[in-house]
């Protein structure tokens, strides 16, 4: 599992199907269930949103009692407010691109 307070983190992974211990990412405004997907959290300082991007695959996302899944192409923004809004976001988006710099290449 993984805390994320600020910054942005992406997961490539496929489902394990156990969800005796699920792979979970906590951020203030809640929480991002893996399910087997490759997906994006960032997180703005303090105040501000997390978003969640899912590439493929879906995720899971708990943001004030609530839980809703987002499947790919979504991207869910968790407000401070206690909101959320749902947006898409295609899989070779110009947001996406900094992951291709920062891994290596396979």
Known sequence: NVVLDEGAVYF????DGSQARPFVV???RGL???????F???AARQ????????????VLVEHDGARREAAAGDRV????DGSAQVGRIAPDAA?????????PPY
């Open 77 to 80: 923004t968790l407000l401070a």
């Open 32 to 38: 991002v269930q893996h399910v087997g997907t490759q």
């Open 26 to 28: 906590t951020t203030r």
């Open 40 to 42: 994006m959290v960032k």
């Open 47 to 58: 105040a501000g949103p997390v978003s969640v991007s899912v590439r493929e695959g879906r």
């Open 12 to 15: 490539d992974s496929q489902a």
């Open 95 to 103: 947001e996406w691109q900094w992951i291709h710099a920062v891994t």
